[in-house]
Nanobody
Framework: QVQLAESGGGSVQAGGSLRLSCAASGYTYSVNCMAWFRQAPGKEREGVAT????????YYADSVKGRFTISQDIAKNTMYLQMNSLKPEDTAMYYC????????????????????WGQGTQVTVSS
């Protein structure tokens, strides 16, 4: 089993920045890909960015490309999501996810591709 714990959410004005963290524990050696998802009230959970643990390859949803950056600190078993130029439409609960398998491109942004999930951290962007 792999446990994931997000942190770093909060409230910020439009144009501001936040950095989310996702600390992994347990059988982390089995994880090959991780990702960030978000879910706004009344909407489906959507993929934001994916990260290939072994090679560092990344993929971003069009809505965040150029504004968000996904990265990892291997020594700390922690994944990050740096969010810049935040917009009100970025307001959502943000979740990190992990899995043994990896999927290229937009397939990696599908909810059903991940078996391990954190509890989420709230991000609120005001205009």
């Amino acid at each position: 089993q792999v446990q994931l714990a997000e942190s770093g959410g909060g409230s910020v004005q439009a144009g501001g920045s936040l950095r989310l963290s996702c600390a992994a524990s347990g059988y982390t050696y089995s994880v090959n890909c991780m990702a960030w998802f978000r879910q706004a009230p009344g909407k489906e959970r959507e993929g934001v960015a994916t990260f290939y643990v072994g090679g560092g390859d990344t993929y971003y949803a069009d809505s965040v490309k150029g504004r968000f950056t996904i990265s990892q600190d291997i020594a700390k078993n922690t994944m990050y999501l740096q969010m810049n130029s935040l917009k009100p439409e970025d307001t959502a609960m943000y979740y990190c996810a992990a899995d043994r398998g990896c999927w290229s491109g937009s397939w990696g942004l599908r909810v059903d591709k991940y078996n391990y999930w954190g509890q989420g951290t709230q991000v609120t962007v005001s205009s």
